[in-house]
């Protein structure tokens, strides 16, 4: 029974992060893929060396765009799945829907605000070719970090929420989270390969259209992933949701 | 742990009971290795390491890769 329930919660996560993709596809599509080309743009008039094409920028804009971002869409939402069977009922005294919301925000924070504030996404003809191996490993490294140092301040935040209370012992977990994001930042090497004369409107626009891929993407996940495993997990319509509820007592 | 979990009462009716470990364990194992292995091919294959030869699968996932944030080239 316990065992079919994860599985239904992992089914509905892939197909939530499924729809989630295709949100944030449109988002990468209209508002990213214009600064994409851009950026190409500049690195073709900046280059002389032109290198031959092995899938047409057609096709990179359009299917490779989508594949890419469809099986992230999927893989998260199948981990944030999982973590959310971990996180209900564990995190606090939250209904499933706004267990999954919660999740979602501080999963949006940790996988990938935290790591772009350190290591943004950069555009075509931003980064030397010879440091990727470097710079993958620390875009890898901050996000694992960070998303360790959250699971590590959610658990300080439960431990000490019997002795400081619930509102003190959250503010303690955040504020040691901020601390070892901000020693993290401090260490780790910093990275800035952006050409001389790239135009920083250009940069600047493509890294907004990258953050709000994302936030469409797990701001969709929460709300679509919450309203499935609410359905799954209470089949009644709870009185306080329909329109006729009957006064609560509180 | 146990005092936090679900204690249905007649102000809060809809907490959530929690779901045992052993059941979530095989499912985040295996799952979980899945995912992480499908998230190495849209951010890394043929970047930094290669697990097959050749520039394909980096060239066909190049854009989301720029736009989901993941080193590209």
């Not at chain 1, 360790?148 to 301040?153: E, K, R, S, T």
Request: hydrophobic share 55%; net charge neutral; glycine share 8%.
């Amino acid at each position: 029974m316990n065992s079919a329930t994860v599985r239904n919660l992992l089914v509905r996560g892939m197909l939530a992060g499924l729809a989630a993709g295709v949100l944030a596809l449109v988002v990468a599509y209209f508002l990213g893929e214009p600064n994409v080309d851009s950026a190409i743009g500049f690195e073709d008039a900046h280059s002389h060396e032109h290198e031959m094409e092995v899938v047409s920028r057609s096709l990179q804009s359009t299917a490779g765009l989508a594949t890419g971002v469809l099986v992230y869409g999927v893989a998260f939402g199948g981990i944030a799945a999982l973590a959310f069977c971990f996180a209900l009922g564990r995190v606090g005294r939250f209904s499933p829907r706004a267990t999954a919301l919660l999740l979602s925000g501080c999963a949006l924070l940790a996988v990938y605000v935290v790591p772009f504030l350190k290591y943004p996404a950069n555009p075509p003809s931003v980064g030397d070719p010879d440091t990727i191996g470097k710079r993958t490993t620390l875009y890898f490294l901050m996000m694992v970090l960070s998303v360790l140092l959250a699971v590590g301040a959610t658990i300080l935040g439960k431990r000490l929420s019997p002795s400081l209370g619930t509102w003190y012992a959250t503010v303690v977990a955040v504020a040691a989270f901020a601390v070892a994001i901000g020693l993290a930042y401090a260490f780790l090497p910093v990275i800035n390969e952006v050409p001389k004369d790239f135009p920083a409107t250009l940069l600047w626009r493509f890294r907004l259209s990258a953050l709000a891929m994302q936030i469409v993407l797990w701001g969709g996940f929460g709300l679509v992933f919450g309203e499935l495993a609410q359905r799954l997990l209470n089949p009644k319509p709870a009185a306080a949701t329909s329109g006729r509820a009957v006064p609560a007592a509180h | 742990m146990a005092q936090s979990v679900a204690q249905p009462t007649a102000t809060n009716p809809v907490v959530p009971a929690t779901l045992p470990l052993k059941a979530i364990a095989p499912w985040a194992v295996f799952f979980g290795i899945l995912m992480l292995i499908l998230l190495y091919f849209v951010g890394a294959e043929q970047g930094a390491t290669s697990v097959f030869s050749g520039t394909d699968v980096h060239e066909w996932v190049h854009d989301a890769r720029h736009l989901l944030g993941f080193p590209c080239h």
